[in-house]
C-alpha cells in the first residue's frame, strides 16, 4: 500500500502537545479500542510523534493479537512489529510453557536492543513484569556471520552451550543440523532458519529456506545466532542456580527422583522441562523487558489504563496463591523471581506516555501545564441490526445510503476472499459500486478522496477486522463482514498445505506402529519396526526401519517419510516384497496398464456424455450469497473449491457427474447443502440418501436448522413414516 496517511483532527492536537507545549503525559478519552489505536499508529507521520519505537502495551494476550491484526489491516507489508508473549501455563501448575513462546520473547528482546525508529513493541502487561534474560548477558551470547567469513571449528559445541539441539531436519527454532558441507540454523533472530553451504570452513552462501517444505526462499548476506532461551548455561550460572535450587527444595516434601534429576540437569548444564521458571536462580542481574531498551528512548502507549492495572494485580494475587497450594512441586521459585508488580516496573527509557481510555475515572493534568494533556477521541462502536433474519440486509444497506448521504466513507473489511464476492454481490443490489482494493491500490486517504467524489462507491479491503469503528470527525466508517453475514464460529484448524498428491502421501509417525505393513516407492511392501538412532559422520541421526522378505532391513531418514504409505490392501505375509527383488516392478507394471484399459473405458463414457445436455441451473445470486453467508463458520479452502466446482457444474448445460471426498469434520455436508439450495432455486425438488435410518434423522436436523429462514420444506422419508405421510 502507498503511505499516504489519513488527515486526523486528533494527530494534530497531540503533535501541537509535543511540540509546542513540550508535554510528556498525554491522556486520550473516548476510547480504548484496538481499531482506533491501529489506526493513529499507522495513520501519524508527525515526527514529533513517529521518530521513537513505540511500546504499545495492552491488558491481555487476546487485545495484543487484535492491535496486529488491526494494525496488519492498515498497513499490511510495511510495519515492522513484535509482541512479548507471556508463558502459557503458571510456574506452579506443574506443566511447562511452550518452547516457541520462549523463543518469541528472546527475539522481542533482542529488537529491542537496536530498535528502528517507530518500530512497533507489543506487550500485554503479563509479559512486561516477566523476567527474561539479562541485556548484557544477550548481547555476549548474539554470534553474527556474513558470507566469506569462517564457521567456528567447533560449531556444535558453540551451539549446545547456547541450548540449541541437534536434529535431522530443522523445523522448530533452537535446533540445527549438520550434513557434510551443509549446515541449516533456526535461530530466533530471524523469522525463517538459514541454510549455509560452506567451502571447507567458509560460509559460500547463504539462504533462508521454509521449514515446512525445506524449500530455499532468498538469499541474504547475514544471519545471527541468539540463545533460543532465555536461559545461557555457563559455569558460573550452573552453580549458582544448583545452589540456590538445593535451597529451595530443603525441607519440602519433594519427590527425591524429580529433584535428583533436575540437580544432575543444572549441574551438568542439561535442558529440562522447566528450566525457565529457574531463570531467577542462574542470574545475580535483574532484568525485565524494558531494560533490553538500553538507552533508546521510547514513547509508550497504554490501551486501557485501568483494565492494564486490573490485570497486573489479578496475575501477582493469582501467583502468591498458588505459590502456597504448590509446596511439594519439585518446581516452585518465588514469584519475586520471574516478576514484578507494577508499580516497580522501570521506565527508564520511557521519555513520552500516551493513555487511551474509554472514560474519564481519575484527575489528570489541564491542557496547558507542564506534564499532560488529556484530549478528547470520539469514536463510537458501529451498531447494525442482527442478521439472523434474511430481510435485516436490506436494513443494512438503507443504514450505509443514509451515512454515504451524510458525507461518511465507508470502508468494508472481507476476512475472506468469499467473503469479499458476497459483500460485493450484496453491494451491487443495494444500488453501490463496491470495489475491492488491493495491497498496492492507493491508500485509505485516496480511497476516501474517491468516495467523497461519487456516492454509491464502497470500498472493500480483503483483510479482517476485530471490531467495527464509527470516527465522527474525520466522517470513517469501518464495517466487518460480520457486520452483514453475523460472527464466524472458530473451530478446529483443518488447514491443510501442500497439494492433493502431496497430502496424499503425507504421513506422521502417529499412523504407524511396530508390525505395520508399508509401501515404499521404490522397494514395494515392507514391515515398520520403528526408529532407530544411528551415528552418521559424527552426529546421531534417526532412521525408519523397514524389514523385507528374508529378514532384510532397510534404513530410512525420517525426512524421507514422503517415500512410504501406509499399506491398506489384503494381509498377508506372502505380499512381503523382497529387498532388491524385481516382483515389485511387475506389480507396478501390471496396475500401470490396468490403469491405461481403464482410462480408455472413461474417455469413451465421458465421451458420450459431453454429447448430453441439459436447462442449466441459474446463476448465483443474491439469495445464494445471503445462505451462504449465513454458515456460521469459516470455509476452508476445499470447501471453497468443491463449491465453486459443483456451482459450475450447475449452471452449465452437461449433467454433473462429481464426488466430493473428505474425512469426517471436513464440511462436506455444508458443500451439499448449497447444492441443495441452487437446486431448489432452479425449481427442482432434492432428495439426499442416508445409509441408516439413525443418518437420516441427523441429516434431517442439519438441513432444518440451515434452511431455517428460508421457504424451504424438508422432510424425512424412512420406515418410521407413515404411509400417508410419505
Known sequence: MKFDPLSLHIEKILERSVRDLKLTELEVIGTDSTLAVAMLLTQMSSPELVTRP???VVPNAKSAEALEAHLRFFAPSELSISILPAFDVSPYSGLYPNSRLVSERVRWAFNAQSPKPGQIFIAPISALLQRTIPGERLKKAAQSFKVGADLPSQLTKSLNSLGYQSVPIVEDEGTFAIRGGIVDIYSPAHRLPVRIELFGDTIDSLRFFNPET????????SFTIIPPREIVFDDDARMRASRRYRENVSGRNVDETEKDSILQSLTQGQLFPGLEFLIGDFYEDVCFPLSHFGKHE???WLVNPIDIDREADHLLETLRREYKESVEHPIRPAVTDLFTDLDRMPRDQVVQTLSFSKIEVQDAPHAGSEEGVRVTFPSLEVKLPPTTQVDSFEEILKRIHSWREQGFAVFVAAGTQAQAQRLSALLERGDFHPTTVGETDGSFESWRETQQQSRDLIHIVPRSLR?????????IIFLRDEDFFGRKQKRRDYKQKG????????????DLKPGDAVVHILHGIGTYEGLKVM?????????????????DKLYLPIYRINQI???SGPGGERLIDKLGGTQWQKVTGRVRNHLREIASDLLDLYAKRSQVHRPPFPKNDEDFAKFEAAFPYDETDDQLKAVDDIVGDMTNERPMDRLVCGDVGFGKTEVAMRAAFKAVEGKKQVAVLAPTTVLSFQH??????????WPITVRALNRFVSNADA
Open 565 to 567: 504409505q501406509k499399506y
Open 700 to 709: 434431517l436436523e442439519t438441513f432444518q436448522k440451515r434452511f431455517k429462514q
Open 54 to 56: 513505540r511500546l504499545i
Open 499 to 510: 497439494s492433493l498428491v502431496e497430502r496424499t502421501h503425507a504421513m506422521n509417525f502417529g
Open 535 to 551: 551415528p552418521i559422520g559424527g552426529v546421531d541421526a534417526e532412521f525408519i526401519t523397514l524389514s523385507y522378505k528374508d529378514g
Open 214 to 221: 525445506q524449500r530455499s526462499e532468498q538469499t541474504t548476506e
Open 467 to 475: 471490531e467495527s469503528l464509527r470516527l465522527n470527525e474525520e466522517q
Open 298 to 300: 521510547i514513547q509508550m
